[in-house]
């Protein structure tokens, strides 16, 4: 069985939509991320940091969906990371109202012994040097490692974001943060000055427009679902970075074609997150659900051409 290691946060978040408005609800890119990958049946472990605040409650739900919590520290006295945003019309852009380290400004993350050897890393959206310390911890070179970030760290770690995205395979980053980090309106210039940072595929989010995988001259195009209803993008990114990471640790091939595959199902998931606030439609998602989407997926993006 694949081993996944997922660090990331696990979160209170705050989110406001053209449709309605939480208190504080469970999120973080850890949770996404492991709700999408639970999916897989593999042996899977977040490593993350909470304060006392957090409800148990919230740790059970994870600890269901089989996700190994040794690596999540409780900080008794301290506070769980808190976000906060508040989306525009379109849904595709927000802004983020409140971002409130709390524990995870101190957060040493520990990657438990059992899971040093894992094939496939997550690097989960967090601080660049907690992201590198998990990579440190590897005692086994993992068969992938997979990086997801955002502006917040390459406008406060930059440095700290350079070195780590050296020691990876994918970065999967979206369309605005890939021109932020190279300077570069074009996504295939984006994509090849990635390249150049390490690398070797770089998947680009484009929200309701899809994904594309970048691989040398290698370019594979997924469309996003067209939904009926876009209810809450949040958590979308971090569980199609679940849904990729999650299939490439079940299949054990990181071929090209197979990243493919990872790219559909981390559409498919992240189809079913937006429908609901934060968490909620990811919580009890089945696998019947999904394997019904997959095939609409397939649907909406097959043809046959005679080409003469
Ligand atoms: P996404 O919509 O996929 O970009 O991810 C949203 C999740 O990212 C939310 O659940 C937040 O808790 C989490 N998040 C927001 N800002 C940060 C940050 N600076 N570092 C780590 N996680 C964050």
Redesign the pocket.
């Known amino acids: 069985m694949g081993k996944l290691v997922i660090v990331?946060?696990v979160?209170?978040?705050a989110i406001e939509t053209p449709f309605g408005k939480t208190d504080k609800i469970l999120?973080?890119?850890a949770?996404?991320i492991g709700l999408a990958a639970s999916h897989f049946n593999i042996d899977a472990a977040a490593v993350s940091v909470v304060g006392g605040d957090f409800p148990q409650k919230y740790l059970d739900l994870l600890s269901d969906r089989n996700i190994n919590l040794e690596g999540v520290e409780i900080v008794k006295e301290g506070k769980t990371?808190f976000?906060s945003?508040r989306y525009h019309n379109d849904m595709n852009s927000r802004d983020?109202l409140v971002?409130e380290l709390n524990t995870?400004a101190d957060f040493n993350p520990v990657v438990p012994e059992n899971y040093r050897d894992a094939s496939v890393v997550m690097l989960?959206?967090?601080?660049p040097i907690v992201q590198s310390s998990v990579l440190d911890q590897m005692t086994k070179k993992p068969d992938l490692v997979v990086l997801d970030t955002?502006n917040?760290?390459m406008d406060s770690a930059l440095d700290d974001l350079y070195n780590v995205i050296k020691r990876v395979d994918v970065i999967t980053i979206?369309d605005e943060e890939a021109r932020q980090l190279t300077g570069e309106y074009s996504l295939v210039v984006a994509a090849r000055k990635i390249h150049a940072m390490g690398p070797k595929y770089v998947v680009i989010k484009k929200g309701e427009h899809g994904a594309l995988l970048f691989h040398d001259d290698n370019v594979f195009y997924a469309p996003a679902l067209p939904l009926e209803e876009v209810f809450d993008?949040?958590?979308?990114?971090?569980?199609?970075a679940g849904g990729f990471a999650g299939y490439l640790a079940k299949t054990n091939d990181i071929s090209f074609e197979n990243m493919k595959n990872a790219i559909i199902y981390g559409s498919t998931l992240a189809s079913f997150c937006v429908e609901k606030f934060?968490t909620e439609r990811m919580q009890n998602l089945s696998n019947d659900e999904v394997h019904k989407r997959l095939l609409q997926f397939k649907q909406l993006t097959q043809f046959e051409i005679e080409l003469g």
């Open positions: 990331g946060t979160a209170f978040d999120g973080g890119a949770t996404f990371f976000w945003g983020t971002t995870l989960g959206n967090l601080h955002m917040f760290w979206n993008p949040t958590g979308a990114g971090d569980t199609f934060g």
